[in-house]
């Protein structure tokens, strides 16, 4: 959104940062201005910690300003969630999800593309440890204030160094033109040899195409298991693309079943429903005959002589013809 230029002019002139710290300067504020001005510093990560007398940031204050002041505008939450394909996991899928995992206290957790930390959190309840990344300073400020993970990292997932230090890598990435493939192919990386990723999915990653052949090739060599999830579970977060949860395994474990993909529900009409072969070739037959006959009876219709007789009821006076003599003169019909 557009920020009011009385917005911008105070965190222009009226705002010190240091480190991960901003303060405003000068006289008071309006309490109406002071609140515009700090939507604005929260929706980059600020948030105000009275003890400080100043608003903290996830990041450096300068930092996480700068393109504000640069554009004169902000990504408020809503728009953040449509331009960066932002759905919150509702909490049946988390609650899926975190069974898939087979959790276990002390387990090392990493949550990337963490959002508001819907997963973290649930993990955490169970007794894991939880690093996240997210690459937004406002959501990263939320998780913080959640106080349920262990590290939170400002940064986008696909440019973080890889570190195979993870028991568990649970995770909810965006979708867009395949961009949950490339986020899950790197969080795997992340994890020890014996861990274990579970993430939602597109629906896309199903369907055999050429931009799914590596990655299902991938799932299916690490014997992985894929599971639909309900139709509209994402609707309350304001999607209703079709999701699965993929649970990949670091390394292919022995003994291993083929991965079985899921297939969308078709409704077909039972066998014993259609009949036998025999019995419907009769009720062809049966149907063609009834047809024939009534074609017969039309055209019986069409070639029967129309009637000459005329209704009792109706009353008809039919001329009389009149001739004349060879002399000219009038004859009469009549004999």
Request: hydrophobic residues 50%.
């Given at each position: 959104m557009r920020i009011p230029a009385d917005v911008l002019?105070?965190?222009?002139?009226?705002?010190?940062?240091?480190?991960?710290?901003l303060t405003l300067v000068g006289p008071r504020l309006p309490?109406?201005?002071?609140?515009?001005?700090?939507?604005?510093?929260?929706?980059?990560?600020?948030?105000?910690?009275?003890?400080?007398?100043?608003h903290l940031f996830p990041v450096h204050a300068a930092?996480?300003?700068?393109p504000v002041l640069d554009t004169g505008e902000v990504v408020t939450p809503g728009e953040k969630r449509t331009l960066a394909q932002y759905f919150p996991t509702p909490a049946p899928v988390v609650g899926r999800l975190i069974a898939l995992a087979a959790l276990e206290p002390g387990m090392t957790v990493l949550e990337p593309s963490a959002g508001s930390g819907a997963i973290a959190t649930a993990a955490a309840?169970?007794?894991?440890?939880?690093d996240c990344i997210e690459r937004d300073p406002g959501y990263a400020t939320v998780l913080s204030d959640k106080h349920v993970a262990r590290r939170v990292l400002v940064a986008d997932f696909l440019t973080v160094p890889v570190e195979p230090r993870f028991d568990r890598v649970l995770m909810n990435p965006p979708?867009?033109?395949?961009?949950?493939?490339?986020?899950?192919?790197?969080?795997?990386?992340?994890?020890?040899?014996n861990g274990l990723l579970v993430s939602v999915m597109?629906?896309?990653?199903?369907?055999?195409?050429d931009s799914t052949t590596?990655?299902?090739?991938?799932?299916?060599?690490?014997?992985?298991?894929?599971?639909?999830?309900?139709?509209?579970?994402?609707?309350?977060s304001g999607t209703t693309v079709d999701?699965?949860?993929?649970?990949?395994?670091?390394t292919r474990p022995g003994g291993a079943r083929p991965t079985v993909w899921p297939v969308r529900d078709i409704p077909v009409r039972d066998a014993e429903e259609l009949g036998s072969p025999a019995d419907i070739a009769a009720e062809v037959v049966s149907d063609l005959r009834k047809a024939v006959a009534a074609f017969e009876k039309v055209a019986s219709g069409l070639t029967r002589p129309a009637p000459t007789t005329v209704p009792d009821d109706i009353e008809v006076s039919w001329p009389r013809r009149s001739s004349k003599s060879v002399n000219g003169s009038a004859a009469s019909d009549d004999t």
């Open positions: 002019a105070v965190l222009s002139d009226r705002t010190e940062a240091d480190g991960r710290r309490p109406a201005l002071y609140q515009r001005v700090n939507e604005v510093l929260e929706a980059v990560g600020g948030r105000w910690t009275k003890s400080e007398g100043a930092e996480a300003l700068a309840a169970r007794g894991a440890i939880v979708f867009t033109r395949g961009t949950d493939m490339a986020h899950v192919v790197h969080a795997l990386r992340f994890l020890k040899p597109s629906w896309t990653v199903t369907e055999q195409t590596a990655f299902r090739k991938l799932v299916e060599q690490r014997g992985a298991l894929v599971e639909a999830l309900p139709a509209r579970a994402f609707a309350q999701t699965v949860l993929v649970a990949i395994p670091a």
